[in-house]
């Protein structure tokens, strides 16, 4: 029997542990926080919507000083929280989220095109990044997914009349590359222990993946991953654990597998009990 704390995106925010007696910390990444920026991005998002050719980006909504003392300032918030994870002296899975500053080489601005989530886990001894990993522990494996910030292609009518064809056709390219990545990954697992997928972004299409944020462009949404969907739907992992849709604090099952958002927010605790290859407890955490 093993006992996880799982802990949802903290965006700078330091956790409160509303659990005790647990093997292990499991979370699905965001650890830097990005409040202001995402306010520019959603401006961003907007002007494409209206305007498919443009070519605005955040960082030019505030401009470049600005927006580099505010990168600088969500890694070093970021670190600290990753610190305090450390501290905690047990065993810590994560993978990365969307905003912890990965590397991103179609990033028209080279001070974005620098993979910083290195820096943010380096020399941190009870951290496991376990990104396009699998890693057996003890009864149980991992398979790790981040940084998805939505469907990895598009999904939505409005999508393929708003992309130009060879949009789309890029889009495709990079979603087929991925979802074989993560294909080997599951094929590689053992048959005979339990999996513990790990994805930034919840399954696409359930009642945890839905934007309910009235300030978001995409409000009304569902926005989930879909490679993290069909993952779960193909190989039926005991558990997928995710984040990213901040509105959603819960679970949803697909198959056999029990889907965990896992929350947003210091407060958002979640403790998983797993006893062979069954889930024995699973509480979440309510104030």
């Known amino acids: 029997m093993v006992k996880f704390l799982i802990l949802g995106d903290l965006h700078g925010r330091k956790p409160k542990l509303h659990f005790k007696?647990?093997?292990?910390?499991?979370?699905?990444g965001d650890f830097c926080p990005i409040d202001y920026i995402r306010k520019l991005m959603f401006e961003v998002i907007r002007e494409k919507q209206k305007d498919p050719d443009s070519k605005l980006?955040?960082?030019?909504?505030c401009g470049k000083k600005k927006a580099k003392e505010l990168v600088e300032s969500s890694i070093?918030?970021?670190?600290?929280?990753?610190?305090?994870?450390?501290?905690?002296?047990i065993p810590v899975y994560v993978v990365p989220g969307n905003a912890d500053w990965t590397e991103d080489k179609k990033e028209k601005w080279d001070f974005l095109k620098q993979d910083r989530y290195k820096g943010l886990i380096k020399?941190?001894?009870?951290?496991?990044d376990i990104y396009h990993k699998l890693i057996n522990i003890g009864k149980y494996q991992f398979i790790g997914y981040g940084i998805s910030t939505g469907?990895?292609?598009?999904?939505?009518?409005?999508?393929?009349?708003?992309?130009?064809?060879?949009?789309?056709?890029?889009?495709?390219?990079?979603?087929?590359?991925e979802k074989t990545r993560m294909n080997k990954l599951f094929q590689?697992?053992?048959?005979?222990?339990?999996?513990?997928?790990?994805?930034?972004n919840v399954p696409f299409n359930t009642p945890i993946d839905e934007i309910t944020d009235k300030n978001s462009p995409r409000c009304g949404y569902h926005y989930g991953s879909?490679?993290?969907?069909?993952?779960?739907?193909k190989y039926q992992p005991l558990v997928c654990i995710g984040g990213h849709i901040h509105?959603?604090?819960?679970?949803?099952?697909?198959?056999?597998?029990?889907?965990?958002?896992?929350?947003?927010?210091?407060?958002?605790?979640?403790?998983?009990?797993?006893?062979?290859?069954?889930?024995?407890?699973?509480?979440?955490?309510?104030?």
């Not at 070093?76 to 002296?89: A, P, T, V, Y």
């Not at 020399?123 to 496991?128: G, Q, R, S, Y």
Request: charge should be negative.
């Open 21 to 28: 007696d647990f093997d292990a910390i499991i979370t699905p």
């Open 57 to 61: 980006e955040w960082y030019e909504l």
């Open 76 to 89: 070093e918030e970021g670190r600290e929280i990753l610190e305090e994870l450390n501290s905690f002296d």
């Open 123 to 128: 020399n941190l001894k009870n951290i496991t």
């Open 151 to 177: 469907p990895e292609y598009p999904q939505y009518k409005e999508d393929f009349e708003r992309l130009k064809p060879e949009k789309l056709r890029r889009l495709a390219k990079i979603y087929e590359a």
């Open 188 to 200: 590689k697992a053992k048959g005979d222990k339990p999996i513990i997928f790990l994805s930034h």
């Open 226 to 233: 879909v490679i993290a969907r069909e993952m779960v739907e």
């Open 247 to 287: 509105e959603h604090f819960g679970k949803y099952k697909i198959g056999k597998t029990i889907c965990i958002n896992a929350g947003f927010g210091s407060d958002a605790n979640s403790l998983l009990e797993i006893e062979g290859n069954r889930i024995k407890m699973l509480e979440f955490y309510k104030k």
